[in-house]
């Protein structure tokens, strides 16, 4: 392992207060990580939102085993724990806790259910960087926690992806298997990722992102970058290559981003409250939490009139609009019969799959950047 990855091991460990990282290709490696070494395997279940990014469901079905849809609640886009009560089986082996848009799950009470069956917790922590519930950090709570940080992400390095627990045991499972199994990563990939993210700092702004994702989804399917999910993602079967760790130039940008981090999660609370402010003088509901949540937004979710027109407008506007999650197993190609879920199944997350956008509030998105995506929105009627 390079140095900068242990570095950054490290110091991620130590900012979110756990005894283990493992730096990971993307998140995704790091769940999948995570799961073997709990032992997860044919037969077993894994509970999980039916909000979700369909990478967060590969790595289950690669080990052989199912997942279970959850149907999420209506303000945090979490998962209901009613929902996973019902959802419990004596197969039921772990149950994922997504902190969706960075919204703290309802910790108490899903560790409370987990407890009382022997059901370990993992925390998806991929879009919750910072976000607490009744004071303790998210990824905390369960057995582990996964982290991701691709361009959309809380920080970036590009792609990459981090593994933390406390759990000396699983630590040294995950460890064993790193040891054995882990790939590192090929240096084209690693040389293209770092003109990436160069291209990524110089030229990415809310005004010109729209215009950039198309040109890089493009580039992906041409295999021209190195994509977030290539075409052999989009099917359950694990594609070679899959079980990658973490390349040097990817742990050094984090490293940097590490430094940043106490600002980017200022920021990010700072622009949630302009948001609710501006959203509330336009007359849009704005979400009432409980006591108990203090979230870091990794972008800001809201419900409008026509999500289609409002994406299909939004370029041409130079606004920057997020589509995610386009289904309950994001994205919109997702073959979802293959992924064992059926239409209906959950349908709250199908209802704001439909009608959920999400707002910028990156360090690069300013309250100038609030105003002129909520005046967009509020010009061509999508806020009621
Ligand atoms: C909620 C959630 N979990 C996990 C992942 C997977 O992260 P990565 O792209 O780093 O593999 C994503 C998205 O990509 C996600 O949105």
């Not at 790939?183 to 291209?199: D, E, G, K, N, V």
Request: glycine share 8%.
């Amino acid at each position: 392992m390079s140095e900068p990855v242990r570095a950054f091991q490290t110091a991620f460990a130590r900012w979110v207060g756990a005894e283990s990282a493992f730096a990971f290709w993307k998140g995704r490696v790091a769940m999948y990580a995570i799961l073997r070494a709990l032992g997860v395997g044919a037969g077993d279940e894994v509970i999980l939102p039916g909000y979700t990014c369909v990478m967060d469901v590969n790595p289950i079905k690669y080990l052989g085993a199912r997942p279970i849809y959850a149907d999420i609640e209506p303000v945090t886009f979490n998962v209901q724990r009613e929902a996973i009560e019902r959802a419990i089986t004596p197969r039921t082996k772990v149950i994922i806790a997504q902190h969706t848009y960075g919204y703290p799950c309802q910790m108490d009470g899903l560790m409370d259910v987990a407890g009382r069956h022997g059901i370990a917790v993992i925390e998806d922590c991929c879009l919750a960087l910072g976000s607490r519930f009744s004071g303790k950090l998210c990824g905390t709570f369960g057995r582990a926690a996964y982290w991701s940080f691709q361009w959309n992400k809380p920080f970036t390095t590009g792609i990459g992806g981090m593994a933390t627990t406390s759990d000396r045991e699983l630590a040294g499972k995950i460890e064993e298997l790193c040891r054995q199994e882990l790939r590192c990563p090929s240096s084209r990939a690693t040389t293209m990722l770092a003109a990436q993210r160069l291209i990524y700092r110089l030229f990415i702004f809310p005004r010109t992102t729209s215009l950039a994702t198309g040109l890089f989804r493009w580039l992906t399917r041409k295999g021209l970058v190195v994509g977030s999910s290539s075409m052999a993602e989009f099917q359950p079967v694990m594609a070679e290559g899959f079980f990658t760790g973490m390349g040097a130039g990817q742990a050094r940008a984090g490293l940097r981003q590490m430094k940043r981090i106490e600002r980017n999660l200022a920021h990010r609370r700072h622009m949630r409250g302009v948001y609710d402010t501006l959203l509330r003088q336009a007359g849009a509901p704005v979400p009432t939490l409980a006591a108990a949540m203090d979230p870091v937004l990794v972008r800001y979710p809201l419900r409008v009139a026509d999500k289609a027109r409002a994406l299909a407008e939004a370029p041409s506007h130079r606004v920057e609009l997020g589509s995610w999650f386009e289904c309950p197993l994001h994205p919109i190609e997702t073959p979802l019969e293959a992924y064992d879920y059926q239409p209906g199944l959950c349908p709250v997350a199908e209802r704001a799959a439909a009608q959920v956008v999400n707002l910028p509030l990156h360090p690069r998105a300013s309250a100038r950047t609030a105003r002129r995506t909520v005046e967009f929105l509020v010009k061509t009627g999508q806020i009621a």
